[in-house]
């Protein structure tokens, strides 16, 4: 259930109210990083070969995009860069375990060890 927005960080006045918004963003966070998590088991359904799950060019992309969203948004780069580090790492493994599952699924009964 996502909860309502009660305060900003400006009208919060107790640590319950900063507690309340903290859970409730990280309510948000969680909601969100599932569907990042779904693009990624697109992403290895699309890209059909395993060496193209890992792709540098495109991670420094990602993280060069993040910081600047990081700067407009008022959020710390020494945030934002090791969590999407860390985000993109964990998907990264998440996209080649999903490749795997899905080449095993797409492999006839012979080619599977059956």
Not at 20 to 37: I, M, N, T
Not at 41 to 60: C, H, T
Not at 65 to 71: F, P, R, S
């Amino acid at each position: 259930m996502q909860k309502t927005r009660i305060h900003t960080c400006e009208t919060a006045t107790t640590m319950t109210d900063v507690r309340y918004e903290v859970d409730r963003l990280d309510g948000e966070l969680v909601r969100l990083l599932a569907e990042r998590q779904s693009f990624m088991r697109a992403a290895a359904r699309i890209k059909g070969q395993r060496n193209k799950v890992y792709d540098r060019e495109r991670i420094e992309d990602v993280v060069s995009k993040v910081l600047g969203n990081a700067a407009e948004a008022g959020l710390s780069a020494s945030i934002a860069e090791p969590v999407w580090r860390t985000l993109i790492d964990r998907c990264i493994a998440y996209e080649f375990e999903a490749f795997d599952e899905l080449t095993a699924d797409r492999a006839s009964p012979d080619e599977a060890g059956a």
